[in-house]
């Protein structure tokens, strides 16, 4: 077995179909989940299944290349290789959990086989992560029928990203964790969701004028203002803003949100003991909570197993 790079999920603290419609996002990458290339002669059970997977995907990068699409070369001949010799992707990352399992994969594999590849030490400015945003985005929309590529960027270059615009982006500073009450936490919804057709309710919604002016006047102004809260360390503004941004999403965004975990969305509001948001497309998987008093918010929740991910 040989030692591979780690390659961990992210989490969208921020943003989440806000940065479809140009408002800011905030991705932070979060080591608890992680995958890597792993090897062995035995391949069975996850493994085996992981080995398939990677085989089905070389065909497709395969074809890519084929018909001169691809944006990155990669070294399909090495990746074809590695596979027969039993190359397996180990990650404990969630599958449809809004975390970024497909994006740690492509990281990992534009990582390892990219002809010219760019170095997440070296090569960063903002044309570059520009650039690596649309190669990742390609790789990755394999999986989710489009991608803008933030996800396997977080997950490649393993450091937050403020997104300024589809092209403005670059990496940021975020305040060092704390040790008072308040927390940022994961809440299990009990159930993968899928991206694709959420995104596709939300295009069809922004059909309507009136959809697309709460995303424009509300959802924008909510959002912005949460993240510059965030990052200049005020949670008074942070979590009032967050008030009015969960109630918006409650509002305008039920299809995303997970069945399982809708009145507690409302509680939450109504209680002000925590406030809830979608990570990623929703649907399924985790959604993401905001609490003053952590301990009082996860005895609130303790049968959905809230998950500790920063602390203030």
Request: charged content about 25%; overall charge neutral.
């Amino acid at each position: 077995m040989n030692t591979n790079p780690l390659y961990y999920a992210k989490i969208l603290l921020f943003g989440e179909y806000g940065i479809i419609n140009d408002s800011k996002g905030l991705s932070i990458p979060y080591n608890f989940y992680r995958g890597a290339f792993k090897q062995t002669e035995a391949l069975k059970g996850k493994a085996l299944k992981s080995n398939q997977n990677l085989r089905t995907y070389l065909q497709h990068l395969q074809t890519l290349h084929d018909s001169g699409e691809i944006i990155a070369p990669l070294d399909l001949e090495a990746f074809e290789k590695d596979i027969e010799a039993g190359f397996y992707f180990d990650s404990s990352i969630p599958e449809g959990y809004g975390v970024g399992s497909s994006g740690a994969l492509c990281a990992a594999i534009y990582d390892k086989y990219a002809v010219n590849r760019i170095d997440p030490e070296t090569d960063i400015d903002k044309d570059n992560i520009i650039k690596l945003k649309r190669i990742l985005g390609q790789m990755e929309s394999y999986f989710h029928g489009k991608s803008s590529g933030l996800d396997p960027l977080i997950c490649y270059l393993k450091l937050p990203v403020l997104i300024n615009s589809k092209e403005e982006l670059g990496t940021v500073a975020i305040p060092e964790p704390g040790s008072g009450k308040g927390a940022i936490f994961l809440l299990n919804s009990g159930a993968p969701g899928e991206t694709q057709p959420m995104v596709n309710i939300f295009m069809e919604k922004m059909k309507s004028q009136g959809f697309r002016n709460v995303m424009k006047e509300e959802f924008t102004k909510y959002n912005d203002a949460c993240i510059q809260a965030f990052l200049k360390g005020h949670t008074q503004p942070l979590f009032s803003n967050l008030k009015k941004l969960s109630r918006l999403v409650l509002e305008y965004f039920t299809p995303m949100i997970p069945h399982s975990v809708h009145e507690l969305w409302k509680k939450g509001i109504e209680t002000n003991a925590y406030y809830l948001k979608l990570c990623g497309s929703g649907g399924g998987g985790f959604v993401l909570g905001f609490t003053r008093d952590y301990d009082k918010a996860r005895d609130l929740l303790k049968d959905h197993q809230p998950e500790l991910i920063y602390r203030f």
